[in-house]
């Protein structure tokens, strides 16, 4: 059932375009004023499910709902609500920033007065004032994003699909885009993004769903997925013939690794790792090795998204 | 500030006046590209000239045109076709760069008319059109072309270009739909050249071989060609025995015209609405 504080919500979308199935019954739900981060790899499936949602694609089976509306039947009503940033810069080159945007609100049916108006004050507060008057052709890959973004924003819209925002730009554009986003979300738009980059998910997703062959493989939030794989017990030894003898002692918390590059072994632990620490290094000492360094690490979203698409078979739930 | 958004259309009237406010506002879309390319557009300005000065007196010095006449007279309905055809291209690459640049996409998630894009899209190369030709009647004018059989016929000559131009430009949005990639529609421009030689737009087909003079004849350019050179007044009407579609070459043209936009309107139309489904 659908929540009425959700803002998007998906039950089993699929679609298949000739012989590949891109969506092979994914369900979603956004709560309102929320970011959601779709993460999969290339050819997961995240674009498709963004073009269903945003009416740009039709589902061949399932159902969607966005901003309380159908996909499929309402379709014009949920265009009134959404906001959409592409991979690509879906602007016309041949047109000023300012006549791209004017463009678009005038699509939107705004009154030509209103459309001009709303251009400006969205390059105003974006800060991109100065350039709107530069044909988009000649705008920096970040720029080009920035304005492609704000186009999204005409009619502020109070959900937004951001379909792989910062693919491609240099470290600083990327921070720009975030910020941006941030900004939107304390209005309280809701955001669903799509992103192969894990911190961008870790930075803005409130919620994340990892996407894999067409699937939602795995759920919940960042910390959620995280706890999901469990954290390891990393113990750097100062000399590397203390290794075994390590090894040996970890062993009897669960299945270590050894990396003798690093003189490091490695030992996933449980729920109540903490009280087994002081323990372990005790044990350590008796046993008469050496030990450099311990530390207890919980994983990055890259090792569980690593774990989770490198075993597609076992399936994963939260 | 609050903006305050209309409603879709609830009848099929509102539904109609969406179509034709959205159409409009892309037709001034393509208006105002024009804004980024000046360069593009002293080319169109210039190019009349140049063909008009390559045409009429380099190669015109050496062709001899049929029943007799002024060469110059002879070659402006031909490049008046020759200008009509490129329309076929120019929306073909404007349609193919909208789609491989997202623009589609943006305008396919706007609550906007669905049909208003082709239309627009025509709309706009209709305008442009009848502004390049306003030059080249001028350039036209200035090298000795002259009208002989009345404003009215005159009129109707311009009225078939147009019709041609539009329903070409249909068929150019249904193929850039189709190829969707802007490199792919750029490397098939210089295509419209071999199309627009192959009629008697520049020479008369009388001296061409047999199976080309038989392409060349039932290619829908000589059809318009033949059609602006008899209500014109202007030489190298074909007399005697020739190819069906130049015995009447008004209604082929309006036959052809028809053909294309019963065939291409839909198909654009359709096209645009199913596109990446």
């Not at chain 1, 044909?135 to 994003?145: E, H, L, N």
């Not at chain 1, 870790?202 to 919620?207: K, M, P, T, Y």
């Not at chain 2, 539904?15 to 024009?34: E, Y």
Request: some cysteine.
């Amino acid at each position: 059932m659908m929540s009425s504080e959700s803002a998007v919500w998906a039950e089993g979308l699929r679609k298949r375009f000739g012989r590949t199935e891109a969506l092979r019954g994914v369900d979603l739900e956004v709560p309102k004023g929320s970011v959601f981060g779709l993460l999969g790899p290339n050819g997961a499936g995240k674009t498709t499910a963004v073009r269903i949602l945003s009416t740009l694609t039709l589902p061949d089976a399932g159902q969607a709902r966005v901003a309380g509306y159908d996909v499929v039947r309402d379709a014009d009503e949920v265009r009134y609500r959404i906001g959409l940033a592409g991979q690509h810069a879906s602007m016309d080159e041949k047109l000023s920033g300012r006549d791209n945007l004017r463009l678009f609100g005038r699509l939107y049916h705004l009154p030509p007065k209103v459309a001009r108006a709303r251009a400006d004050e969205l390059l105003t507060r974006f800060g991109l004032a100065d350039a709107g008057d530069r044909f988009v052709r000649t705008y920096s890959g970040g720029m080009r994003r920035r304005i492609d973004l704000i186009s999204s924003l005409i009619t502020a819209p109070p959900v937004l699909f951001l379909d792989e925002p910062t693919t491609g730009l240099d470290p600083r554009s990327r921070g720009e885009i975030w910020d941006t986003i941030r900004e939107l979300v304390a209005d309280g738009t809701t955001v669903l993004l799509t992103t192969q980059y894990l911190d961008e998910a870790d930075q803005l997703a409130d919620r994340i769903a990892v996407v894999d062959t067409g699937r939602v493989i795995a759920s919940g939030t960042p910390d959620e997925l995280k706890a999901e794989i469990g954290s390891r017990l990393d113990v750097v030894v100062a000399d590397a013939r203390d290794l075994p003898g390590a090894a040996t002692v970890l062993a009897r918390i669960g299945e270590p690794d050894t990396d003798p590059e690093t003189r490091r072994v490695s030992v996933p632990v449980g729920g109540g790792s903490s009280t087994t620490l002081p323990a372990v290094v005790l044990e350590l000492d008796r046993a008469g090795v050496a030990v450099e360094d311990v530390a207890l690490r919980r994983p990055t979203l890259d090792e569980v998204f690593l774990r989770l698409t490198g075993k597609t078979d076992e399936k994963v739930s939260i | 500030m609050v903006l305050e958004l209309p409603a879709p259309p609830a009848g099929r009237a509102s539904r109609i006046r969406w179509t034709l406010t959205d159409g409009v506002t892309l037709v001034w879309r393509n208006l105002i590209q024009l804004k980024s390319q000046p360069g593009e557009l002293v080319g169109a300005l210039i190019f009349p000239a140049i063909m008009i000065v390559l045409f009429g007196y380099v190669f015109g010095s050496a062709i001899k045109v049929p029943g007799g006449g002024n060469y110059r007279e002879f070659l402006m309905p031909g490049l008046f076709a020759m200008t009509t055809f490129t329309s076929l291209m120019t929306t073909l690459l404007a349609v193919a760069t909208d789609a491989s640049k997202g623009v589609m996409d943006r305008f396919r998630s706007m609550p906007m008319a669905r049909s208003a894009v082709p239309f627009g899209q025509v709309g706009g190369d209709i305008i442009i059109g009848m502004a390049g030709m306003v030059i080249l009647v001028g350039c036209g004018f200035a090298v000795g072309w002259r009208i002989h059989h009345g404003v009215m016929s005159a009129l109707a000559a311009f009225g078939l270009l147009l019709l041609l131009r539009y329903a070409l430009s249909w068929a150019g949005v249904f193929l850039g739909l189709l190829v969707k990639n802007e490199e792919t529609a750029d490397q098939m421009l210089p295509l419209i050249f071999p199309v627009s030689m192959l009629s008697n737009s520049f020479v008369p087909t009388a001296g061409m071989p047999a199976w080309l003079r038989t392409v060349s004849d039932w290619n829908p350019v000589s059809a318009l060609v033949a059609a602006c050179r008899g209500l014109f007044g202007n030489p190298g009407v074909p007399s005697g025995h020739v190819a069906l579609p130049l015995q009447h070459p008004v209604a082929a043209t309006l036959l052809w015209s028809a053909a294309l936009l019963a065939i291409f309107v839909p198909l654009s139309v359709r096209r645009y609405r199913t596109l990446n489904r």
